[in-house]
């Protein structure tokens, strides 16, 4: 009974509006986020919007970069590249194709698999083409 009651005081404690931490002795109030602050959803978009330029020509220099090692067969350094190229927050379905065929090439195929799944749902004709041909590979194993 005494464990019921502790819990439900525990609970309640949890759920009440005033969250506090204990420092030493002295209680300190957390402070209290709107999560759908408009002002800051507005600051992000314009942050976004104003850095967009700047993240393309990024997304162009690690693609060119993927791209590159792809051609040499250094498929890790590929799929950094890639994976530096997505962080921009820059898409495209054949960023995501370039991957997949790192990975393939590697043998990760449920990796080159989720890439080509990706990249097709973007539009990606190669990931589409890849993804089938990768079906019929796993298939045959």
């Keep these: 009974m005494k464990k019921g009651i502790m819990?439900?005081?525990?609970?309640?404690?949890?759920?009440?509006?005033?969250?506090?931490?204990?420092?030493?002795?002295?209680?300190?109030?957390?402070?209290?986020?709107d999560l759908?602050?408009?002002?800051?959803?507005?600051?992000?978009?314009?942050?976004?919007?104003?850095?967009?330029?700047?993240?393309?020509?990024?997304f162009r220099f690690y693609?060119?970069?993927?791209?590159?090692?792809?051609?040499?067969?250094?498929?890790?350094l590929c799929i950094y590249y890639v994976d530096k190229a997505l962080e921009t927050g820059c898409h495209n379905g054949d960023i995501y194709y370039v991957r997949g065929l790192a990975n393939e090439q590697l043998g990760r195929l449920k990796d080159a698999k989720k890439d080509y799944k990706?990249?097709?749902?973007?539009?990606s004709e190669y990931a589409a083409?890849?993804?089938?041909e990768l079906k019929e590979k796993m298939k045959r194993r």
């Design 7 to 33: 819990l439900i005081m525990m609970c309640a404690a949890t759920l009440s509006g005033q969250a506090q931490i204990y420092g030493y002795d002295q209680a300190i109030e957390l402070p209290k986020a």
């Design 36 to 58: 759908y602050d408009m002002d800051m959803v507005n600051a992000y978009a314009n942050a976004l919007r104003e850095t967009a330029p700047r993240r393309q020509q990024f």
């Design 63 to 76: 693609s060119d970069k993927a791209m590159e090692a792809g051609i040499e067969k250094q498929w890790e």
């Design 118 to 123: 990706t990249g097709k749902k973007m539009g």
């Design 129 to 132: 083409n890849a993804l089938e």
